[in-house]
C-alpha cells in the first residue's frame, strides 16, 4: 500500500537553530502534501497545504516566514522551523494521498523538542 | 473555535465489550468524515470513513454510524480487542470523498482491559 516516509522522527535542538523535516511518498507521486501540528492532548492542527512547484497555503495563524514548506518535486516536500524556540517544541506530521484516490495517508510524525 | 471535537480524552473498555468513541461537529457543512487511529510515535492510519448520505457504515468489527440532525457521530467497535488500544480520532471535511484537507478532533484515547 501507499506510504508516506518522515525524517526524522526526532530531532532536538538548541534554541535559535533550524530544523528542517522531510516528507517523501515511497511509492507514489503527490502533488499535495499536508503539514500538521500537534500539541499534547490537543487534535492534530492542519499547518499548510504543500504544493509542487509552486508556494504553500498556510492556515490562519500559520507563520509562513517561521515554516518553510518546499514541494520540489512530487515525492518529496520539506518543513523547515526556522530560528526554533522551545514553544515550537511538537509533534510535526505529513500526510499526502495517491492523485485521484482521496485515500489520505500520514507519516510516522516528527518528534521536535527545543532546548 | 474546534469545529470537531472529541470531548472524552478517554475511554476504558473491557476485552470483548463493545467499545463507543463519539465525535461532535459544528460545521454543516461536512460531508464527509473519517476515524482515523493512531499509536505512539506513529502516524494516524485510516480506519473507516462515512459519507453525509449515508447514516451508517459498517466494516468488519468497526461500524459509524452519523445522525446529521445531531451533528454527531459515533465508531462503534465490537467486540473491542487489546489490540483496539491507541488513540482515535475523528475527522472531517466539506470536500466529499475525495477530501484531503481534513479537520481534526482533540481525540479519544481507547484503553482495552484484558
Known amino acids: 500500500g501507499a506510504v508516506v516516509s518522515q525524517h526524522p522522527s526526532r530531532v532536538i535542538c538548541k534554541s535559535g537553530t533550524s530544523v528542517k523535516i522531510e516528507c517523501r511518498s515511497l511509492?507514489?507521486?503527490?502533488?499535495?502534501m499536508f503539514w500538521y501540528r500537534q500539541f499534547p492532548k490537543k487534535s492534530l492542527m492542519l499547518m499548510a497545504t504543500s504544493n509542487e512547484g509552486s508556494k504553500a497555503t498556510y492556515e490562519q495563524g500559520v507563520e509562513k516566514d517561521k515554516f518553510l514548506i518546499n514541494h520540489a518535486s512530487l515525492t518529496l516536500s520539506t518543513l523547515t522551523v526556522t530560528s526554533a524556540h522551545p514553544e515550537d517544541s511538537s509533534f510535526y506530521i505529513c500526510?499526502?494521498?495517491?492523485?485521484?484516490?482521496?485515500?489520505?495517508?500520514f507519516g510516522n510524525g516528527t518528534r521536535l523538542t527545543v532546548t | 473555535d474546534q469545529q470537531v471535537k472529541q470531548n472524552s480524552p478517554s475511554l476504558s473498555v473491557q476485552e470483548g465489550r463493545i467499545s463507543i468513541l463519539n465525535c461532535d461537529y459544528t460545521n454543516s457543512m461536512f460531508d464527509y468524515f473519517l476515524w482515523y487511529k493512531k499509536y505512539p510515535a506513529e502516524g494516524p492510519t485510516f480506519l473507516i470513513s462515512i459519507s453525509s448520505i449515508k447514516d451508517k457504515n459498517e466494516d468488519g468489527r468497526f461500524t459509524v454510524f452519523l445522525n446529521k440532525s445531531a451533528k454527531h457521530l459515533s465508531l462503534h467497535i465490537v467486540p473491542s480487542q487489546p489490540g483496539d488500544s491507541a488513540v482515535y480520532f475523528c475527522?472531517?471535511?466539506?470536500?466529499?470523498?475525495?477530501?484531503?484537507?481534513?479537520?481534526f478532533g482533540q481525540g479519544t484515547r481507547l484503553t482495552i482491559n484484558p
Open positions: 500526510s499526502a494521498s495517491p492523485t485521484g484516490t482521496g485515500a489520505l495517508h
Open positions: 511509492d507514489f507521486q503527490a502533488t499535495t
Open positions: 475527522a472531517a471535511s466539506p470536500e466529499g470523498m475525495g477530501a484531503q484537507k481534513l479537520v
